[in-house]
């Protein structure tokens, strides 16, 4: 029993990322569900068991997503560290996922883009519920005297929530946007900026995991 | 014979912002070209006397998109302001047509979307040309001292670049995003890191035109 559960999942998840893939390469209008099923390697059968129709695989790939970012903010929330250096570790976290995993990408994209759209009312607002977060950390930032002085929450929030949504969209193409060398340098470039003079000596940049040597530092 | 190709040019234009309205209302694929004509309010004669397919209109709105980018920073090149300003002014143009123009809107969203991306290999590369005169005035910003000691050209381009990918893409579901206000906030608060100090005070974020009154005015 364990056994058939445990390779039903398995299969849920290969059908997901399958579609997933699928529809950043083609679209999602142009993706047929047998496209998919042979993507998985599985029957046409096994796929209908698992999803209705191509609205129902979006709609999982989606929630999906929603849950990666949910995990994100809730492990950032957390630590004990301050409020700034929670930001800068979940928005690492966020842009390690979109570089790794097709399905969190596909979220992103799928919500984005007219022929999903507004397709179910109870739909997932992803880029939604990732700026309601980014908002209320960067106010709790300003709560605890972390932000620099004449630094509102509300525009260190826009000029935050405007650029990780361009490295998510732009690393559709390009890894190079969604990297950690990418971020540590945005973050090195916006701190002396944003945080208050004595909290910036202990905020890291490269967040939670050790830098990545890149070009510049092998120069 | 003018008044026969003044008419011709309106129905072009109102054939391109019906299929930019209709994209973006509805997505690329599940749009017809009857829909098109019909919110042009031409026949489907017409129509097909303009374009050959909907393929050839999606490349007629990205081409027009791409014509308003370079007509902008052309534009900026001309003035003599210094780079910095230059490019501020550019990133006001942007996103005033972007808030203003479906054409251009459309323009951008379908070289992002799978559908339409890479159909054509000669294909606009519309968010490509916009980050490479960001970083070639940012450059040029550094080489003449324009930038803060310490803050290279592509770190600032890394994140201008992103920022306003970021108020574009945002932008399609709320204007808010593209408004002169959101961004006149954005260069106040990354003016002071990125400008040398004696630069600074010459600096205008809210760009060539007057600032609207936004809401914090009122207060």
């Known amino acids: 029993m364990m056994v058939q559960q445990e390779r039903a999942a398995r299969t849920r998840q290969s059908l997901m990322r399958a579609a997933a893939e699928a529809f950043a390469e083609d679209g999602f209008v142009p993706t047929t569900l047998s496209t998919i099923s042979r993507r998985a390697g599985v029957s046409n059968g096994a796929l209908h068991f698992h999803f209705e129709n191509k609205h129902d695989l979006a709609r999982a790939v989606e929630a999906a997503a929603a849950d990666a970012v949910r995990e994100i903010t809730r492990a950032a929330e957390q630590r004990q560290d301050s409020a700034l250096q929670r930001l800068i570790d979940a928005t690492h976290a966020l842009m ?14 799928l919500v984005g883009t007219a022929p999903r759209r507004g397709t179910d009312g109870a739909g997932t607002d992803l880029r939604g519920e990732w700026q309601r ?13 972390e932000l620099a002085e004449g630094v509102s929450a509300a525009e260190a929030s826009t000029a935050v ?3 990780t949504v361009g490295f998510e969209v ?12 990418t971020l540590s340098q ?7 900026r944003l945080a208050a003079p004595e909290q910036l000596a202990a ?3 490269h967040g ?7 070009p510049a ?3």
């Open 217 to 219: 530092s092998r120069r």
């Open 208 to 214: 939670p995991t050790a830098p990545v040597p890149g």
């Open 133 to 145: 977060w980014i908002d209320a950390v960067l106010h709790t930032a300003k709560d605890n005297g």
């Open 186 to 192: 945005y973050w090195e470039l916006m701190l002396p």
């Open 161 to 163: 929530v405007a650029a």
């Open 96 to 109: 390690s996922s979109l570089d790794e995993d097709a399905v969190v990408r596909a979220g992103f994209e």
């Open 170 to 181: 732009l690393g559709v193409k390009d890894p190079k946007w969604v990297s950690q060398r």
């Open 203 to 205: 905020l890291v940049p």
